[in-house]
């Protein structure tokens, strides 16, 4: 039996549309539009092409009266949950849930007067049934924050996040998620950590301005796997300077990795070295690229030579160990074909079609 990550951490529930958030329910993967909301038909096009990546949460900007006009036909036509990200201006936080939109999103540093609206808001999303993401953000925390603790550390972020959650409370207001965002995956994962412990609300979890693709994925994947192994995290976003799509790959492949999610194609694929007699690096990619549209979830081992190729077909579903121009093809272990190495990607197809992998 494979290890999993702990028990998950007992958590309220909330609703965006048809998909529930926390108390249980599997970790969701989010991404945000880069399009401009108010040309609703860019949006949701972008939208579709999220949903098809595997997005299960959408969020959009909305830093103008134009962009809040939109949100009626963006929040009816999109085939996923659409949270409007309401920054400065309380007004669209109105609009949003007027417009139908599944959820809200508040940055209360950066929103004016926001502790004085709290009231009015709570009582709008309780009548609509519309739940309310309350998000901090180290890069703009309080002030009143900043000016206690000298910069956004954990303790600040929590203490922000927790103070509004409070103000909603003495409305009677509940339907919260909260998050607590830091680019510093180490900051980042000390505050979910001391808020995990002093709430029960679901959490969204995310490292903000991530970075270019390869560094926000690094940052992401190590924050968020540490968190979700310890069985803290609700739904998730991994911010990357790169098209939102890329963000939902590699949330989805984090959550695979980590048995939260049923794996899809998964290649292991030897890192090559001086023992390799085949150009690992290309084989791996084309094998990629073979089985992507497989319809059945498949572990498949490529491997550059006989020092490991073996051991790994074990663990594998199909495999490949190459060597003097030739690959011997691996069944669940099982050297079943020796081909030529031109031979071995639609070898390994045939293969995987030929077999019953139930």
């Known amino acids: ?66 962009d809040a006009d939109a949100l009626p036909v963006v929040a009816r036509k999109s085939p996923i949950p659409v949270v409007a990200d309401i920054h400065f201006q309380p007004r669209y936080v109105f609009a949003a849930i007027e417009a139908g939109c599944a959820a809200v999103r508040v940055n209360p540093g950066n929103i004016k007067r926001f502790d004085d609206r709290v009231g009015e808001i709570a009582r709008a999303a309780a009548d609509a049934g519309v739940p309310i993401r309350i998000g901090v953000n180290a890069g703009s925390l309080d002030r009143r924050l900043l000016a206690k603790y000298g910069r956004a550390t954990p303790e600040a972020l929590v203490e922000s996040a927790l103070w509004e959650c409070s103000l909603f409370e003495e409305h009677g207001f509940t339907d919260l998620k909260l998050s607590v965002k830091h680019h510093d995956p180490v900051i980042m994962v000390e505050a979910y950590r001391q808020l995990s412990a002093r709430c029960d609300y679901p959490l969204h979890l995310g490292v903000t301005e991530a970075g270019p693709a390869m560094q926000g994925t690094v940052k992401s994947a190590v924050a968020f796997g540490i968190l979700l192994a310890e069985g803290i995290g609700d739904t998730i ?22 048995g939260l ?17 085949v150009d690992v690096y290309a084989l791996a ?56 190495e031109s031979k071995i990607v639609e070898t390994l197809i045939e293969e995987a079609l030929s077999r019953d992998w139930t």
Not at 24 to 44: F, I, K, R, Y
Not at 268 to 277: I, N
Not at 294 to 320: K, Q, S, W
């Open 1 to 66: 039996m494979p290890a999993r990550p702990a028990r998950r951490r007992r958590s309220r529930q909330v609703r965006l549309g048809d998909l529930a958030v926390g108390g249980g329910a599997p970790v969701s993967v989010q991404s945000m539009t880069t399009t401009v909301t108010a040309d609703a038909e860019a949006t949701l096009r972008q939208i579709a092409e999220l949903t098809a990546a595997g997005c299960e949460v959408v969020r959009v900007a909305v830093p103008s009266a134009d």
């Open 237 to 258: 976003r991994v911010s990357l300077s790169a098209p939102p799509v890329e963000e939902v790959k590699v949330g989805r492949q984090i959550l695979e990795s980590l």
């Open 261 to 277: 999610r049923e794996r899809g194609l998964e290649i292991v694929s030897c890192p090559s070295c001086g023992r390799a007699q």
């Open 285 to 340: 990619e084309e094998v990629t690229a073979a089985f992507a549209d497989f319809p059945i979830p498949l572990r498949v081992a490529v491997m550059g030579c006989v020092v490991n190729g073996p051991g790994e077909a074990r663990e594998a579903d199909l495999g490949v160990s190459s060597g003097n121009g030739k690959g011997q093809i691996f069944v669940r272990g099982e050297v079943v074909r020796t081909v030529p």
